[in-house]
Nanobody, 115 residues
Framework: QVQLVESGGGLVQPGGSLRLSCAAS????????MGWYRQAPGKQRELVAR???????NYADSVKGRFTISRDNAKNTVYLQMNSLKPEDTAVYYC?????????WGQGTQVTVSS
C-alpha cells in the first residue's frame, strides 16, 4: 500500500511560479518511478512529467523548458517546479506511481493560473 499526498497548489498570475510537492509512504520510495499528471475541466488526465529511480526525466511537450521534476529520496518526496505558468496550465495536478502492477494516485492539488 502506497499513500501519496500532494501540496503546493494555489492561485498564481500568468508568468508566475509554483512548486508542488508529493509526499509518499513506503519503504521503497527510492525505486519508484514517480509521475505528475494533470486534469483540466472537460479534458482527459495527461502526463506532465515523470522521473525514474535513477533520476531520468521526461516531460510533456507543453511544459518542456518551464517545469522541472525532481525527487528527494531521503524525504520520500517528489517535486514539480512550475515556472512561466500559463492559463492553460490550470488543472488539478496529481501525483502517481505504480507498484507491483497497481496504480496509486494522490488526492490532487488545484493549480489556477489567472490574472
Amino acid at each position: 500500500q502506497v499513500q501519496l499526498v500532494e501540496s503546493g497548489g494555489g492561485l498564481v498570475q500568468p508568468g508566475g511560479s509554483l512548486r508542488l510537492s508529493c509526499a509518499a509512504s513506503g519503504t521503497f520510495f527510492s525505486i519508484y518511478v514517480m509521475g505528475w499528471y494533470r486534469q483540466a475541466p472537460g479534458k482527459q488526465r495527461e502526463l506532465v512529467a515523470r522521473i525514474t529511480s535513477s533520476g531520468s526525466t521526461n516531460y510533456a511537450d507543453s511544459v518542456k523548458g518551464r517545469f522541472t521534476i525532481s525527487r528527494d529520496n531521503a524525504k520520500n518526496t517528489v517535486y514539480l517546479q512550475m515556472n512561466s505558468l500559463k492559463p492553460e496550465d490550470t488543472a488539478v495536478y496529481y501525483c502517481n506511481t505504480a507498484v507491483a502492477a497497481r496504480l496509486y494516485w494522490g488526492q490532487g492539488t488545484q493549480v489556477t493560473v489567472s490574472s
